[in-house]
């Protein structure tokens, strides 16, 4: 049954661990829930926040409306000629997902391995790690109309997914509750092990032939030894977006720092590493009152305790004003500013 909390913290709803409060919060577990919430005159009447784990929010003030937790659960999942179709709760954990699809061999997702946060959040950013992104195994999705109470499926072409970007993100923000996600996953699995250090980590666990079970547990290793644990220091991964720039401004930035870290995308730009380019700026590590940057990883800002989310985004801010004056290149934010 729809229970609407009122003047809730909202500190154990957000990996950065902000302290902010929200006038009014719901937890749905069902799609009768969601119908619930459409004819509560509090849903119509306030601003709403949908959140999952939040794990990719920075709080920067007490929420004044309505905060909406997914937390729809059930795994289903059927064949469909040589993929096998799987449709998630939205409000199931990402990396329990992940680990029904390793243990039952379907592949596609053990590069995502331990990305936090929620199975219905997944498409909003269409999350990537490790040469993989959402898009790359999303079939579909059903979402909730928050304004109408219906329930619209889209499919790939409707949901307009680029780098950390989707319909959800754009021009249909806040406007649909993501109830499932349905992904097409590989019986046949094609191992992808090419990016970042994976192949290095099943090297030296002695893996020639890595099943994806291995990939994932590579992934996991490499994630824990750079990332740290929101659990224990608050945070939301990758701060920034890796800025992807035309050739030309490439060429004029070569020039001047010949050992920036890049890489080619498909559309023929060049994407920069955020964290090299913080790091560069001698930001690695560093610590500014309650808040700081990653001592492993430039590109992630953290909570050291007590941070307030102004704190957190006058710090980003500084960030990016410094990479600014040394590269020319404008870093964007990743993290939902709130
Ligand atoms: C340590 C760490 C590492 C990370 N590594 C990665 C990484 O490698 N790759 C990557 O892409 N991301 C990464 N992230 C970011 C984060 O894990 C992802 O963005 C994740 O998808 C967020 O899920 P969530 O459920 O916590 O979403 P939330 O933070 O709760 O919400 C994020 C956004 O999605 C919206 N939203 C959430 N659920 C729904 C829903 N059901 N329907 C409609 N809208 C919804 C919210 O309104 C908000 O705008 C990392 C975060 C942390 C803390």
């Not at 999952?52 to 309505?66: E, I, K, M, W």
């Not at 806040?174 to 250090?197: C, D, K, M, R, W």
């Not at 290095?200 to 032939?209: C, F, P, Y």
Request: proline share 3%; net charge negative.
């Amino acid at each position: 049954m729809l229970h609407i909390q009122e003047n809730i913290s909202l500190k154990p709803y957000n990996s950065f661990g902000i302290d902010v409060k929200a006038n009014y919060f719901a937890e749905i577990f069902s799609e009768a829930d969601l119908a619930a919430l459409y004819h509560n005159e509090i849903t119509q009447a306030q601003k709403n926040l949908i959140i999952g784990g939040g794990s990719n929010v920075l709080f920067t003030q007490d929420y004044n409306g309505l905060v909406i937790k997914i937390s729809i659960k059930g795994i289903e999942s059927r064949a469909d000629g040589k993929n096998i179709l799987v449709t998630a709760g939205a409000g199931e954990i990402w990396n329990d997902f992940v680990s029904y699809c390793v243990e039952n061999n379907y592949a596609g997702v053990e590069n995502l391995s331990l990305i936090p946060g929620t199975v219905g959040a997944s498409p909003i950013q269409n999350i990537g790690a490790y040469g993989v992104e959402l898009k790359d195994v999303f079939e579909s999705c059903s979402a909730f109309e928050i304004k109408t109470g219906k329930i619209k499926t889209f499919n790939f072409n409707d949901c307009h997914f680029g780098y950390r970007e989707s319909v959800f993100k754009g021009e249909l923000k806040g406007q649909y509750i993501i109830t499932s996600v349905t992904f097409h996953l590989a019986s046949e699995p094609q191992i992808n092990t090419s990016y970042g250090a994976i192949e290095a980590e099943l090297q030296n666990r002695g893996v020639e032939t890595p099943t994806i079970a291995d990939v994932s547990s590579a992934v996991a290793h490499i994630r824990v030894s750079k990332l740290p644990d929101p659990s224990t220091i608050g945070n939301a991964g990758s701060f920034f977006k890796n800025p992807v720039i035309e050739k030309y401004e490439f060429a004029a930035i070569v020039a001047k720092h010949p050992d920036v870290v890049h890489y080619p995308t498909a559309d023929d730009k060049i994407k920069l590493a955020a964290g090299w380019l913080i790091e560069q700026c001698g930001y690695k590590g560093k610590i500014e009152g309650n808040t700081g940057t990653w001592k492993n990883q430039a590109l992630v800002l953290v909570n050291h305790g007590g941070a307030t989310g102004t704190e957190v985004y006058n710090f980003s801010a500084q960030i990016i004003d410094s990479v600014k004056s040394t590269f020319g290149v404008t870093l964007e934010r990743e993290v939902n500013i709130l």
